[in-house]
């Protein structure tokens, strides 16, 4: 019960974005450049907020880092045997159910982590998401690269998205000021505060937002294959890894959160920008999201 408490908002603030953009007569364009100053700088916010003051001691890093590498290695491996020997694809629409496979909500897991676990949980879970996304990237730059190698995809490619992304700085911005014993105090932390509270209720909506059941169409066994991966096998896979190095606590609901979110919306934009089945991937993305609402609840009540 105390799960479902936690998500409760995390599902009524959805539900607020999407009948905000359906029925209230805001422009998807709108939430388009609210998506824009979310990603720029309220999450990068939020991610300085809790890591520039948190003693960093208390993590274990080299466990969560095995864990994490551990995770998506696997989960790799699976999603490509299943492509080679069991039900392949063709090449395009391949990329759409890896990034549906591999991909992660950053805004999601750390809105629930703060209902979960406050700042402690926020700060672990960003963390996570740091390495995730430059793993993730690596990931499926590659798999462009192998699959879909004419679209132009390359390494330069993954050096620009990863060393250019606000998440990943904002990780390492508060990490840098933890490090040198300069923290965060002041009219400077007053405003990390201030734009990183906004990030959380501004991320779900835009969540919600991007919600468009008219892509719920195309191929509904690569659809559902990914969500399976993604919503099940992850999380499973996850707890697996999560008993084998003896997680427990904070650091076993951050895993969690990483890898029991659904694909976030860059996925649909980085299909299209490469040649990938961007249709099957926005039916992936928009599948997902409505099914963790059912998922996650379950996963974690099961688990915590």
């Known amino acids: 019960m105390e799960i479902i408490t936690a998500l409760l908002p995390v599902i009524l603030a959805i539900m607020a974005g999407f009948c905000l953009r359906r029925y209230a007569g805001v422009p998807l364009a709108s939430w388009q450049q609210m998506s824009f100053v979310l990603y720029y700088l309220f999450m990068p916010a939020l991610e300085i907020k809790v890591l520039a003051n948190k003693p960093l001691n208390q993590f274990p890093l080299l466990t969560l880092i095995t864990a994490v590498t551990a995770v998506l290695l696997l989960m790799s491996l699976w999603v490509v045997m299943w492509q080679r020997w069991v039900r392949p694809q063709p090449a395009a629409t391949f990329t759409s159910l890896y990034q549906g496979a591999i991909r992660f909500n950053t805004f999601v897991s750390l809105v629930v982590a703060d209902q979960l676990a406050g700042d402690t949980g926020i700060a672990a879970t960003a963390l996570l998401a740091a390495l995730i996304i430059l793993l993730v990237n690596l990931f499926c730059v590659l798999v462009f690269v192998v699959y879909l190698s004419s ?9 620009k998205e990863t ?33 990183g509270a906004a990030a959380l209720p501004v991320g779900l909506l835009v969540v919600g937002a991007a919600l468009q059941t008219d892509r719920l169409r195309g191929n ?22 999560a008993v084998w ?13 990483c890898f029991t979110v659904p694909a976030p ?40």
């Open 163 to 195: 060393l250019t992304n606000p998440l990943i700085l904002g990780a390492l911005t508060g990490l840098g000021l933890n490090l040198s014993g300069l923290g965060l105090s002041g009219p400077l932390y007053a405003f990390v505060d201030l734009m």
């Open 220 to 241: 509904w066994e690569v659809i559902w294959t990914a969500s399976v991966f993604q919503l099940l096998l992850k999380p499973a896979l996850a707890v697996s890894v």
């Open 245 to 257: 190095l003896d997680l427990t606590g904070v650091y076993l609901a951050a895993l969690l959160l």
């Open 151 to 159: 679209q132009g995809a390359s390494v330069q490619l993954f050096l």
């Open 265 to 304: 919306p860059s996925a649909y934009v980085l299909a299209l920008q490469k040649g990938g089945d961007s249709d099957t991937m926005a039916a992936i993305i928009t599948a997902q999201t409505m099914l963790s609402a059912l998922t996650m609840p379950i996963i974690f009540s099961l688990v915590l």
